[in-house]
């Protein structure tokens, strides 16, 4: 089973609207970072949380950790089709940084006009 | 700025068949790593390094072999390819292993026929 569950898989959005894509651990968290990768295309990095609670934002991208609850989460608000893509969580699940991250297997976001 | 940089960005081989996956980053990086992503199954780890002349094994490390010579260089060599490491292969790299962003490259899709 995956270590690293993201949910849901897929996400078709009309344009303008806001949404989640959350990502879950069985396994304690040290850090976890959000990736975005374009069809084709390479990982492009979003952001970063360590600490319980923590919330980043990166212009309409909002990400914040729950440590308790071994989950983040992922909110875009009023998207657009620039934000069209694939979403991917990674974890440090030893406490070495981004030495050996674990993915999950990747949220699929399209955007509809 | 090339940033991280892979070639070839296709191949197909037969089985059995031997080759190099080249990565080069030139923002003097002390770690690399080499990604594969298949569908279902996210990105898993297949070794890194973590400097010059040190190189680990991650999560699926069988059937390739790799060296660290120089900062810049981090070849991932396929020894006798098999149809399983029909991928997409991602190399990646970052400042060291504790910083927060890995920079990827583009990424290598290799066919095994």
């Known amino acids: 089973s995956q270590e690293l569950e993201q949910s849901p898989q897929s996400l078709i959005v009309q344009e303008g609207k806001n949404l989640t894509i959350n990502c879950t651990s069985s396994?304690?968290?040290?850090?976890l970072y959000w990736y975005k990768q374009k069809y084709g295309e390479g990982l492009i990095f979003l952001m970063m949380?360590?600490?319980?609670?923590e919330e980043k934002s990166h212009e309409k991208i909002t990400a914040k950790l729950d440590e308790k609850k071994q989950q983040s989460s992922l909110h875009i608000t009023a998207s657009q089709p620039s934000h069209a893509g694939i979403y991917l969580c990674?974890?440090?699940?030893?406490?070495?940084?981004?030495?050996?991250?674990?993915f999950g297997t990747g949220t699929r976001l399209t955007i509809i006009p | 700025n090339a940033g991280v940089t892979q070639t070839p960005k296709f191949q197909v081989l037969k089985t059995g068949q031997s080759m190099t996956l080249q990565c080069a980053q030139d923002?003097?990086?002390?770690?690399m790593s080499w990604y594969r992503q298949d569908p279902g199954m996210g990105l898993r780890l297949i070794h890194y390094?973590?400097?010059?002349?040190?190189?680990d094994q991650g999560e699926v490390p069988n059937g390739y072999n790799v060296s660290r010579s120089t900062t810049e260089d981090f070849p991932l060599r396929l020894l006798s390819a098999a149809p399983s490491q029909t991928s997409v292969y991602f190399c990646?790299?970052?400042?060291?292993?504790?910083?927060?962003?890995?920079?990827f490259g583009e990424g290598s899709r290799l066919t095994v026929l």
């Open positions: 990646a790299s970052s400042f060291d292993s504790y910083t927060g962003e890995l920079f």
């Open positions: 396994k304690t968290l040290y850090g």
């Open positions: 949380l360590q600490k319980g609670g």
């Open positions: 990674g974890a440090d699940k030893r406490g070495f940084g981004n030495e050996k991250l674990t």
């Open positions: 923002m003097n990086h002390e770690y």
């Open positions: 390094s973590v400097g010059a002349g040190i190189t």
